[in-house]
Structure formats: C-alpha cells, structure tokens
C-alpha cells in the first residue's frame, strides 16, 4: 500500500513564477491537509480538503494561493507569482475521514530565486 | 483557537539519558493528541496517539506519553535515549472544530550525543 505521495520533491522557482505542488493521498484516503514547514519553524497549517470541496482554509495566506482536491487526481496547490517568502517545505498528509490519524507525504521544497 | 506549545525548542542528551518532552494544548473540548517525529531528511512518522482511554499511552521504539486532562499536557518520554533518537519532535492536536485540522507545535530538536 502506497504511502501520501508528493511531487516534485524539489521545485526552484524565479520570482513571479507560479508554483505547483502535487499530493496523492494514501489508498481509500478522501482528506487531505497542506502544511508549510518554514526553516526553524514548526509545521503551519493551510488548508483541509475533501474531495471537490474545501472544508477549512483558514491557514491560507489570502493572496496568490489556493488549492483543490478534483474528483479525479491528486491535489494540487498552487502558488502563482511567487516570492522569496515562499521558499518552504511543503507536505501534504491524508487520512480518512474525522479525527484518525494523519500520514504524511516527503514533502516538496520550494526554493525561490 | 487551538495552539499547541512546546517548551523546549533543543535539547542534548547523552546516550542512555532520559527524555522528557514537554507539550501543552489550548482548547476546552475533547481533542486528539499526537506526538510526530521527523529524522533527518525524512518526512513525518507518527510516534504514538491519543484518542482515548488509558492516559498513559506506548508507541513505537519505547517512547510514550502520558495524557493530563488537568493540565492540558501530553508530554512525552522515552527512559533511555539512544543516538538514533536524534531528530525533531512535533506535538499535534486536533479536535471536532467543524473539521479536523491538526494544529502542530513549533517543534523540539534532540540530539543525542553518542
């Protein structure tokens, strides 16, 4: 059984470029969460999906991001015309639904120029 | 709304020390309470849960914590500490806030001197 796959694992971006993060969640997981993970800092969380649907965005810096989960396909969060403020680890997690355990992806690290 | 505090951002140890890792929650409902840990350039495994039951809960590689309702703390702790311990520790917590996101805290980083 495959674990929360993430890709790319390393994305190097100029500035005003847009960024892409994929998330495939683990085998029969319908949630998925988006967590930043800032040099020397805890993971912050961004956003909850379901499927088609955003459940809680509150982490969301309210520029530039968003993120959907399509009835088909892994997840996908985007960062369009990205800054050097950017520059993170990025990890998804998927769990089934309400409060069990989250899994978690390796992470993609987003570096801006 | 929920936080998750960490008291000790590093910590240094002898190998065969023990450990004890502080954490403390902010929120007034029933919550879930996980201690992550993240190895060197590898990403988060799940060390040990709690949803219920026994407080005092065992994971994986003789870590545990022990669930204080009073205290709003789960802290965790391992007897004796071995050089692979060396990584960083994320306390977590979620609750039925309309959804379930898990809020982590900033993190502590062990290392564990051979």
């Known amino acids: 059984n495959a674990g929360v796959m993430q890709n790319p694992r390393h994305l190097v971006r100029r500035r005003g470029q847009e960024a892409r993060l994929r998330c495939s969640p683990m085998k029969g997981h319908s949630h998925v969460y988006w967590y930043r993970q800032l040099p020397e800092e805890g993971l912050k969380f961004m956003v909850y999906?379901?499927?088609?649907?955003?459940?809680?965005e509150s982490g969301m810096p309210k520029e530039r991001f968003s993120a959907e989960f399509p009835k088909e396909g892994p997840s996908i969060l985007r960062i369009q015309q990205v800054v050097r403020g950017d520059s993170a680890a990025y990890f998804c997690a998927s769990s089934l639904p309400g409060p069990g355990t989250q899994y978690f992806g390796p992470g993609t690290r987003l570096t801006v120029l | 709304a929920q936080s998750v505090s960490q008291h000790n951002h590093h910590v240094i140890l002898s190998e065969a020390a023990s450990l004890e890792l502080g954490c403390n929650y902010s929120y007034g409902g029933t919550v879930n309470l996980f201690w992550y840990v993240q190895y060197p350039g590898q990403h988060l495994q799940l060390l040990l849960k709690y949803f219920s039951g026994d407080p005092l809960v065992k994971g994986i590689k003789g870590f545990e914590a022990e669930f204080i309702k009073s205290k709003f703390s789960f802290n965790l702790r391992k007897p004796s500490v071995q050089w692979s311990d060396t990584a960083e520790y994320f306390c977590?917590?979620?609750?039925?806030?309309?959804?379930?996101?898990?809020?982590f805290g900033a993190g502590t980083r062990l290392f564990v001197k051979a």
């Open positions: 999906l379901q499927k088609e649907n955003i459940i809680d």
């Open positions: 977590a917590v979620n609750a039925d806030t309309g959804g379930f996101k898990t809020i």
